[in-house]
């Protein structure tokens, strides 16, 4: 069974760091490339990092480029979003998301078909 769990959100100052992570089981992440998507209140859901299957490929979102990398470990299974600097602009609920066999990188949900269930971040003072 595919299933990926979001893990490490919270709530945490601007400024503050945290890191999210991704677990995939059911399938090898080394098949599939990785997408993080967020969705604040009342706004549409917004492509944040992704990376190829391969890893050849990254991208992010011109919000967070700079403070924010994604990466993988398939030797864990997982991959993260290291999320620096946050600001609160950067709240809302962090989705994890895959496609297999892609070895490209989307910052377009429509480019995926399995989705975790999300993890709250909420940067507030």
């Known amino acids: 069974q595919l299933q990926l769990v979001e893990s490490g959100g919270g709530l945490v100052q601007p400024g503050r760091s945290l890191r999210l992570s991704c677990a995939a089981s059911?399938?090898?992440?080394?098949?599939?490339?990785i997408g993080w998507f967020r969705q604040a209140p009342g706004k549409e859901r917004e492509g944040v990092s992704c990376?190829?299957?391969?890893?050849?490929?990254?991208n992010y979102a011109d919000s967070v480029k700079g403070r924010f990398t994604i990466s993988r470990d398939n030797a864990k299974n997982t991959v993260y979003l290291q999320m620096n600097d946050l600001k609160p602009e950067d709240t809302g609920i962090y989705y994890c998301?895959?496609?297999?066999?892609?070895?490209?990188?989307?910052?377009?949900?429509?480019?995926?078909?399995?989705w975790g269930q999300g993890t709250q971040v909420t940067v507030s003072s």
């Open positions: 998301a895959a496609e297999p066999l892609f070895d490209q990188c989307t910052l377009a949900g429509a480019g995926y078909d399995y």
């Open positions: 059911g399938f090898t992440l080394d098949y599939y490339g």
């Open positions: 990376i190829s299957s391969s890893s050849s490929s990254t």
